[in-house]
Structure formats: C-alpha cells, structure tokens
C-alpha cells in the first residue's frame, strides 16, 4: 500500500471511529425516547457523604446516585440544583453496553466526553463472608487494590438494583458503602424510591452537547481545567549578547542575561497554592550557573527596574566597611529589593551537550524545576508586577527556558502567612550589568538590614535562601560555612547550607568533566546547591515582632580571595507572618 494509500485509510478509519463513538453516545439519550408511551423504570436515588479519620468532610458536596435496572448516573447535590462550580463531573453506566460515559462541564457553553468500554470489566474483586446492616439492608464486602490502596466495598442485592459513588464495584451489586485504607470513607445516608428514574435524561438536562474524546485527551483536559495556569515564559533565549533586544512581551536587560514580563495575577484565595514551573535547557552554554526566578515590587518611591532602565549605580547602596558598595541588595524607607520565587542551577550542557557518550549513561533532554511558592502569594494577589528570570552566563547561545505559574484550588489549612515583606536580597542578578557580587561577608558586619513595621507580626518568619559561590578547591562553593542570623543584636538561628545528594543529578550533566577519581564535577557537594536543582527556602522562626524599628544581621565567615578568585553569597529574605 502506497503512503498516500496508507494516509487515506487511517483518515477514513478515524473517521469512522468517531462516528461510532458518536452513535453510541447518542444511542444512550434515544434509548428511553424511543419506547413510545413507555415511562421509565423505577429506581432509586442514593445520597452518600464522605468522613476522613471519623470526622464529616466540612463543606462537602453530597454525593447522588440515581440508578435503576438499566443504568446509573453519579453526579452531586450541586450539580443537580444547578449550583456547582465549574469544572464538575458526572458519570453515566450502560448496563447494557457495560460502559461509563463521563461528561465534564468545563463552563457553561462547554463540555467534553469520554466513553470508557473497558474498565468495567477489568474490575476484580475477592468476595468475602463478613456481613453488616446499612441503613436497614443486609449487605456483602469486597475487597480490591487499586495502586496499593486497600478498598472495602460494602453492597447489598436486596434492592435489586446496581450502583455504587465512584465508578468501582458498579457491577456487584448496590454499594452502601466504600472505605479506603481504613480511614476514608463514602457512606450512603438516605435511599429514596423513586417511581420513574432515567440517568439518561437527568445527564442530558445538566449538560451540553459536547465532543467526544479518547480517554487520555479527556482525562488531561479535565485535569488542567481544575486549576489556572499563568504562562510567564515560553521556549525563551537568556543569554549573552549585544544583539539581545526587548520586544513588546519580553523585556531584555543586561546582554540578555535577564528577561522579564509583566504578569496581572487574578486575585487569589485564602487557602489555595501556588506553584512555579520552569524548564530549562542548555542552548550553547556548557556550564553549570546560577538562576534566580523574581518579582519586582513596585510599592515604593523606586525599584529594580529603575536599575535595569538607568544602570545598578542608581540602585541605593550598601556598605559595610569593607571598601565596596553593593547596589539595590536591601530595603529601605524608598526602596523594596526583588522578591525571590526560586534560586535554581543550570546543569552542565543539557541538551545541548547530549552528543557526549558515556557508558550506560542516557542523558535528560530537559531539567524541570518545581517550587510551591504559596507563602509568597500575598506579593503576587491582584497586582500587575514584573516577573523576571536570570541567569548568569556569558554564552550567545546561553540557555533556553519555559516557565509557568499554577493557581490550585484548595482549602489548605497550612496557608496562614498573610504579611510577606521583602527585606534583602544580595543575588547578583545585574551581574552582566555592573552590579556588585555579594562578597559582603568578608566583614564582621556582613549584611545588615533595618525596618520598621507600623504594627505587631505573630509568629514571624524569614523566609531565607543561601547560597555559597567561589568555585576552586577552597572556595566557598565547596567549603561548608555556618550562616548565623540576628535579630535585634541576638543569635536566633545558625546552620551549615550544605548539598551532598548532588551525585544524584548525573544525568542531568553531559558536559560534567570526569576526574582520575571516578568522580565528575557535578558529583562533588557544593554549599546549598547541585547543578540542575533548585534551593529550597528554610524558615527561621522570629516569634512575635512588635510595632517598631527592628534589625536583621547575616553572618557568614566568607573566604579569603585566592589570586583572582573570589567568593561570595547569595541571600535572600522576606520576613512573613500573620
């Protein structure tokens, strides 16, 4: 058979797929029309409510079964009023076809569907001779494990008809109640009679017409819609070069080492969480770097992006006695520094440096960075702010980036901090533009931060990332340094940022030298960091700070310069609270 040949029959062939899924689709809503005269038969209405750990779900939306000999529909007391928010998802068994139909309306002029004619007879279950009462029915236990959750199936065949909440155990009989791993449980709370029930049509009353899908394209599509996704950066060059230019999206800064974007976050609630994507590859640069993923506050007299326009000198500066200024690193009364989402690490040449062949090694085209940054959102809620991402390189080919910001619904009961107030920053992300490294710890001062809060902060927090650099045998990179930090002229916390799982990430390296040891470059432990992770942020407790002027002091005893080499740390901190 000829290409062309071959082409025309797979396109007729998916044709004709599809109208099957069609015809069996519909087939379902004609069924009960096409018996003229004929009511449909009678069924049952189930309302279930789920517990965790013994306790009521606060809130929940009431699970409804509505069943009857032929089919069964899963759907909720929201969806069923009319009441439930967008996405939500219903469930529809033919009994008959053995097969679920699943409809997700995504808005309300828009939904997808799915015709699943497989799942339902994989389903196994061991019957076991334990038996209990459910709301006045005699009723039998399953047991099947489903991706090593235990799940206990109870149901009774004396209301001679099927169902079951969830599309489990749909088949066995009417299921009163499903617990898994002994500590969540769906249990059925009322059964209503009904003298007429038809799914079908209770399906096709709440919902659109909507295509039909194969089963992996619907269950992504549905899944995405649960949450809103903020594309920052898309497949973007963040490299060295004079002929790195801005265009009407992408701001540029600093020989391409820096891009930016303006992003308008919608307001977020108390309770959901954030996260940050980011992807990168190698694009000719080989070597390992450091990134920074930040915000520019623009709630004061001046900013960063002053100093990206106009040059860092005009940033405020910073001394401490050791000889040397360091522009826009720290707050003051008309001046807020970058906010720091996440500290990352390039690795050596991914990508682009895959040619390099090693025995049993098989390079990652792509190293993926993920940070929850929901203690942050504060900074971000309903504002219009610049988020930037540099990298320090000097490559014109440099590295390529895709970044995205997720906003997931939730009710987290962890999500308290409300108050998120940028204090220093010393990451020398204008590093390609003449702003100073952060070398300030070669002095007993070291970095030293003064703010005043106009009222109290319960259990205040600094959110604090440290990185050390200075990269031969004796510099910082690779010598452990107690960070020790201050408040108000007393030692609230001390410790040693230290990586040794950075072996790990072999994979992620092409271009990592191999030495006479056994060991390559990217292997070696480094202070706080490994090539192609990012650093975690720790949080050093502050207790209750009141209204006031109070003062931050890092410490870090730095190491001396070895010829032309240097070391220096970056640090960041935002204090946070309540």
């Known amino acids: 058979m000829k290409n062309k040949d071959k082409k025309l029959y797979l396109l007729n062939n998916l044709t004709f797929m599809k109208k099957i899924l069609t015809f069996t689709f519909l087939s379902l809503f004609v069924f009960i029309q096409a018996q003229t005269g004929a009511k449909p038969p009678k069924g049952l209405k189930i309302t279930y409510i789920k517990s965790s750990n013994g306790k009521l779900i606060e809130n929940q939306d009431a699970i409804l079964v509505f069943t009857n000999a032929l089919e069964t529909l899963i759907s909720s007391e929201k969806m069923n009023s009319g009441k439930a928010a967008y996405p939500f998802e219903q469930s529809l068994i033919n009994r008959s076809e053995n097969k679920i139909i699943q409809v997700t309306q995504l808005k309300k002029d828009k939904s997808v569907t799915s015709v699943d004619s497989l799942s339902l007879a994989k389903q196994n279950f061991e019957f076991l001779a334990e038996t209990k009462t459910i709301l006045g029915y005699k009723c039998q236990k399953a047991k099947t494990i489903i991706n090593s959750n235990t799940i206990e199936l109870w149901y009774t065949n004396e209301l001679q008809v099927k169902g079951a909440p969830t599309s489990l155990g749909q088949n066995i009989g009417l299921v009163l109640e499903m617990v898994r791993n002994g500590n969540f449980v769906i249990s059925a709370t009322k059964i209503e009679k009904i003298k007429s029930v038809s799914p079908t049509l209770i399906l096709q009353s709440s919902t659109t017409n909507s295509p039909i899908l194969d089963g992996l394209t619907y269950k992504d599509l549905v899944w995405k819609s649960r949450f809103t996704t903020i594309k920052v950066f898309e497949n973007e060059i963040i490299n060295f070069s004079d002929t790195s230019k801005s265009n009407d999206s992408i ?4 020989n391409g080492t820096i891009i930016l974007k303006k992003i308008t976050f919608p307001e977020i609630k108390k309770g959901d969480l954030l996260f940050l994507d980011l992807a990168e590859q190698s694009n000719g640069d080989a070597y390992d770097r450091t990134g920074s993923v930040f915000v520019i506050p623009q709630d004061k007299k001046q900013s960063f992006f002053d100093g990206l326009q106009n040059g860092s000198k005009t940033l405020p500066i910073y001394e401490n006695g050791n000889g040397k200024q360091y522009q826009g690193v720290l707050a003051t009364n008309e001046y807020t520094p970058i906010i720091e989402l996440m500290r990352f690490f390039t690795p050596f040449g991914i990508k682009q440096y895959n040619y390099i062949q090693l025995k049993d090694k098989t390079w990652h085209e792509t190293v993926p960075y993920r940070m929850d940054i929901t203690d942050l959102k504060s900074n971000l809620s309903g504002k219009t ?30 999500d308290k901090t409300n108050i998120s107030i940028p204090l220093f920053n010393t990451t020398n992300v204008m590093e390609m533009a003449g702003q100073e490294y952060a070398t300030m710890f070669n002095h007993e001062k070291g970095l030293e931060v003064t703010f005043t809060l106009d009222k109290e902060i319960k259990n205040a927090k600094l959110r604090y990332i440290s990185t050390g650099h200075g990269g031969w045998e004796n510099g910082d990179e690779f010598v452990p340094k107690k960070n020790t930090i201050i408040l108000n002229g007393k030692e609230v916390f001390s410790f040693i940022p230290w990586r040794q799982d950075c072996g790990g990430y072999r994979l992620f390296n092409p271009a990592s030298g191999n030495f006479n040891d056994g060991l390559s470059s990217s292997d070696l432990s480094r202070s706080n960091w490994c090539p192609g992770t990012a650093t975690n942020p720790i949080y050093i407790e502050l207790g209750d700070l009141k209204a006031g002027t109070h003062t931050i002091q890092v410490k870090i005893p730095q190491g001396p310069n070895e010829g032309g080499s240097f070391s220096s740390w970056n640090v960041s901190g935002v204090l946070q609270g309540e």
Do not use: C, Q, W
């Open 385 to 414: 702010v610049y988020v930037g991402t540099f990298i320090g390189n000097y490559d014109k080919g440099g590295h390529k980036i895709s970044m995205h910001i997720t906003i997931n619904p939730s009710e987290s009961s962890l």
């Open 251 to 254: 701001l540029r800064f600093a």
